[in-house]
């Protein structure tokens, strides 16, 4: 029988692997302290969402702020991911990983004291750049602790937290606002950060191990300029462009991004001595084909959780605390379906499970198709079947995403595999938010003015039957139709002006019944680009070996 290439090799001059450093319940304790520590960053990056309407009422923030509330942190992370990779190999992963929990609790801090816009913001910021130090440590940590044929086990521990902390978000965001512990409402969601860091760094100075790449000698400063420059050339504009009218300068920004990503490989090919990205990277068929998968599964499932919220909060009125929970739906799914794919799925069905999982998004995006479709009024229940679904699939395809994509890097470049990953992933969760939430609101623009022509109607009918005359009808329909024009255009349906001023108590059947109707058929066009996404990923899988160790 042939022997796995996994296995260790018996040849005597090839040396065996070195003992991991630490090892027993120790191991498991420091694991837990730097997934934890993962987790935080996880979380901060979307539990802001939910508590985005009530940062706003409280410190006067304009729609533009809550933008960038949001964007500065995803700004700062992805800029900086391959870079704070590289300073763990170069400076050691545990001494970043420390300096990076330190800011970004010290970061958390200032966010909740905050008591303006622009204080948010640069605290977001900071907080997204310390992130940025912190999360590609992990799997370089992860690496060191555990030898190739234990890493199984690590990496299905992390790709559950990396499941949960994408669909928890929401939940903790919402009950933490919703609760409002000591009358901090929003602040919450920062402030409770502070006593998980400090737990995470007592456990990590104590017990994990220090480790550097002996390859990365010093900072590839010419690359790192190049990343930095590529990522806010592209990211950058898919933040703010919406809010400016989309001006010409946003397709140079994607141009320039572009010219700016080529010169990286053109740079990083012709550097010999400790490039940011080794280019040998990209030798390993289970990377290419990782990054690609990756790129195009975060770019769908993670602007769903954002459709669903607008969806169920804008247009049902569900409240905060009930469309969060209405994530707990999903998000109990995730973990499950990661932890069982990693130890049963994908041992036995290689590339196929993966697939499987790909084919189980599209299938529970087509039941919430059918479930918005079907009922005007939703229920949670009606939601079930394909959140479940959905939820599985997503676990399904965590797991063996991250085994896949990591599984043939060498440890040596770990700290530069971690930053590219990651990177990629940020790159498809930023551009995926963008494109879908303009498919979004073109469609609900769209879908607005003959929602609002069936409604008039059914408005001029009650008017008249109430015996109201034709010129007082015409303008009770005409302060109608502007109010709910204006409230479309802000995303908000509760949004007040002159016109909703004048119409109130007189076209609240029209308001609720087109907000709810408008929101309907957008959902059920705006999900297309999930399944578009996710069947572009199939594809895409077909570049992975269809077993782990395959060439």
């Known amino acids: 029988m042939t022997r796995s290439t996994t296995e260790p090799s018996t040849d005597a001059a090839t040396p065996a692997p070195p003992p991991p450093p630490i090892t027993g319940r120790l191991r498991t304790i420091a694991l837990f302290a730097v997934l934890l520590g993962l987790l935080l ?17 409280e410190i006067g923030a304009s729609p533009s702020d809550i933008q960038w509330t949001v964007g500065a942190y995803t700004l700062a992370f992805a800029t900086m ?16 990983f420390i300096i990076g929990m330190t800011g970004f609790a010290l970061a958390s801090l200032a966010a909740g004291l905050a008591v303006a816009p622009e204080q948010l913001t640069a605290a977001r910021f900071v907080q997204g750049g310390m992130g940025a130090l912190m999360v590609p440590q992990v799997l370089s940590i992860l690496q060191v602790m555990y030898p190739p044929h234990d890493r199984g086990k690590a990496f299905s521990a992390l790709s559950v937290v990396f499941a949960v902390g994408t669909v928890a978000g929401p939940i903790v965001g919402a009950l933490l606002t919703a609760t409002n512990i000591a009358g901090l409402t929003w602040r919450t969601i920062f402030l409770v950060n502070l006593p ?7 456990v990590t100075v104590k017990l994990v191990p220090e480790s550097k790449a002996e390859s990365a000698r010093r900072l590839d400063i010419p690359g790192a300029l190049l990343v930095g420059v590529g990522m806010l050339l592209l990211v950058f504009p898919l933040i703010q462009g919406g809010s400016l009218g989309n001006p010409i300068w946003i397709v140079l920004s994607l141009v320039a991004s572009a010219a700016a990503f080529a ?39 993670m602007p769903f959780f954002l459709l669903n919220m607008l969806y169920l909060q804008m247009g049902q009125g569900y409240s905060v605390i009930k469309a969060g ?7 109990f799914a995730v973990p499950l379906f990661t932890a069982i794919s990693a130890r049963r799925i994908t041992p036995k069905l290689g590339r196929l499970g993966l697939q499987l999982g790909l084919g189980m998004l599209i299938t529970g995006m087509l039941l919430l198709i059918v479930a918005v479709h079907t009922f005007d009024v939703i229920t949670p229940w009606a939601l079930v079947p394909g959140l479940v679904i959905g939820g599985a699939g997503m676990g399904m395809t965590f797991a063996p995403l991250l085994t896949y994509t990591l599984n ?3 440890v040596d470049a770990a700290g530069s595999a971690s930053g590219v990953f990651n990177t990629v992933q940020q790159m498809g969760a930023a551009i995926g938010i963008a494109l879908s939430s303009m498919v979004f609101f073109v469609l609900l623009s769209v879908q607005s003015a003959p929602v609002a022509d069936t409604q008039e109607t059914a408005l001029r009918s009650q008017l008249t039957a109430q015996g109201v005359s034709a010129a007082e009808a015409d303008t009770v329909v005409a302060q109608a139709r502007t109010c709910f024009e204006e409230r479309i255009r802000l995303a908000n349906p509760i949004a007040d002006s002159d016109a909703c001023r004048a119409q109130a108590g007189r076209a609240d059947d029209f308001q609720r019944d087109a907000t ?17 996404m996710f069947s572009l990923a199939i594809l895409a899988s077909f570049l992975l070996p269809r077993r782990v160790g395959q060439r």
């Open 41 to 57: 960053d996880l979380l901060d990056i979307v539990i802001v969402n939910v508590a985005l309407p009530t940062i706003q009422e």
């Open 81 to 96: 991911l391959v870079t704070g990779g590289r300073l763990g190999d170069i400076y050691g992963r545990k001494r970043i």
């Open 196 to 202: 998980i860091a400090i737990v995470c760094l007592i």
């Open 263 to 301: 010169a990286l490989v053109v740079v990083e090919r012709r550097r010999a001595d400790s490039p940011l990205i080794p280019m040998s990277l990209f030798s390993h068929r289970s990377f290419r084909g990782g990054l690609a998968v990756s790129l195009l599964f975060m770019g769908g499932v």
């Open 325 to 331: 929970l209405v994530g707990v739906i999903w998000g």
């Open 408 to 410: 043939d890097v060498p």
């Open 516 to 532: 709810r109707v408008a929101y309907q058929q957008t959902m059920e066009r705006a999900l297309v680009y999930q399944i578009v």
